[in-house]
C-alpha cells in the first residue's frame, strides 16, 4: 500500500475524499459518514497525527493500550471508542473515559456497562455489534437475534443503544460484502421503525479499510479505518 511512503495526514486526507465521495453516490454530504481511525498497535505519537488531521474519533481494541495512549495523548482530548471484544472484567477500567462501545455483543456484558456507567453517574453509549457473515470467529449477536438484544438491554439503566456495528468477513468478494452491508441496513431500518423505547438508531458503523466505499454506498454512517490511515499493521 501507499501508507508506508504518505504521512499520516495525507492518508487521511485520501480517505475524507473517498468518503465524501463514497456519499455523494448514495445522496449524502461527507459530513453524515463519521471517520473513526482503528489504531491498534499503533503507537501514540501516529495516533496523535491522525487526530492533528482530523479523524473524528479514535478506536482502540484493548482496554490496557487504549489506557496508555489515552494518558500519552490526555493534551488532545479526542473522541475514544471501543471497537473489540470487551471482557465485563474490564468494563469498570474505561467506561467514563470512552464515548462510546461500539462492541457490546451480549447481555451480560451490557449489564455489567449499565452498572459500572450507574457507578459513575454516566449513560453509556452502545451500538449493537451483529455478527452478518455468520463466522465461528467473530464477536456478535447474529442478525435474526439483533432485534430482541436491543431490546432486552435497552431495559438497563444506564446505557443507550445508538445503533449497530458489523466486522463483516474478510474477503475481496465485493457483491457478498455489498449483500451483507445491504442486509445491515435493512435490519438498521427495520428496528429503526419499531420505535422502542431507549433505542436512537443513528449510527451504522460498518466497512473498514478495503470495503468502507461499498459500505458507505450501501448506508454505513461511521466507518473504521486502520491500516488506510496508518499503514500496514
Ligand atoms: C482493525 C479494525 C478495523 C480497521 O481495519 P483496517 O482493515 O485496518 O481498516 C476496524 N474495525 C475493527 C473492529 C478493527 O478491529
Known amino acids: 500500500m501507499r501508507v508506508e511512503i504518505t504521512s499520516i495526514a495525507d492518508?487521511?486526507?485520501?480517505?475524507?475524499?473517498?468518503?465524501?465521495?463514497?456519499?455523494?453516490?448514495?445522496?449524502?454530504?461527507?459530513?453524515?459518514?463519521?471517520?473513526?481511525?482503528?489504531?491498534?498497535?499503533?503507537?501514540a505519537e501516529m495516533v496523535r497525527q491522525a487526530i492533528a488531521a482530523g479523524v473524528d474519533a479514535v478506536g482502540?481494541?484493548?482496554?490496557?493500550?487504549?489506557?496508555?495512549?489515552?494518558?500519552?495523548?490526555?493534551?488532545?482530548d479526542p473522541v475514544w471508542h471501543m471497537i473489540g471484544r470487551l471482557q465485563t472484567n474490564k468494563v469498570r477500567s474505561i467506561i467514563d473515559r470512552v464515548s462510546m462501545i461500539q462492541s457490546a455483543d451480549s447481555v451480560r456484558l451490557c449489564e455489567q456497562i449499565s452498572r459500572c456507567a450507574g457507578e459513575k453517574d454516566v449513560t453509556a453509549e452502545v451500538l449493537a455489534e451483529v455478527n452478518i457473515g455468520g463466522e465461528e470467529s467473530k464477536?456478535?449477536?447474529?442478525?435474526?437475534?439483533?432485534?430482541r438484544f436491543i431490546e432486552e438491554i435497552s431495559r438497563l439503566p444506564n446505557l443507550r443503544v445508538t445503533g449497530l456495528m458489523?466486522?463483516?468477513?474478510?474477503?475481496?468478494?465485493?457483491e457478498l460484502l455489498r449483500d451483507m452491508y445491504k442486509k445491515m441496513r435493512k435490519l438498521f431500518l427495520d428496528?429503526?421503525?419499531?420505535?422502542?423505547?431507549?433505542?436512537?438508531?443513528?449510527?451504522l458503523s460498518m466497512g473498514m479499510t478495503n470495503d468502507f466505499k461499498a459500505a458507505i454506498e450501501e448506508g454505513a454512517t461511521m466507518v473504521r479505518i486502520g491500516s488506510g490511515i496508518f499503514g500496514g499493521r
Open 60 to 76: 482502540e481494541n484493548r482496554v490496557q493500550e487504549f489506557l496508555e495512549k489515552r494518558e500519552a495523548l490526555k493534551e488532545y
Open 139 to 147: 464477536a456478535g449477536v447474529p442478525p435474526e437475534g439483533a432485534e
Open 166 to 174: 458489523t466486522v463483516a468477513p474478510f474477503t475481496d468478494d465485493t
Open 11 to 43: 492518508n487521511v486526507k485520501i480517505v475524507r475524499d473517498a468518503i465524501a465521495e463514497a456519499a455523494a453516490e448514495s445522496g449524502r454530504e461527507p459530513g453524515d459518514v463519521t471517520l473513526v481511525a482503528a489504531s491498534k498497535t499503533k503507537p
Open 191 to 203: 428496528i429503526s421503525s419499531k420505535n422502542h423505547d431507549n433505542v436512537f438508531m443513528r449510527h
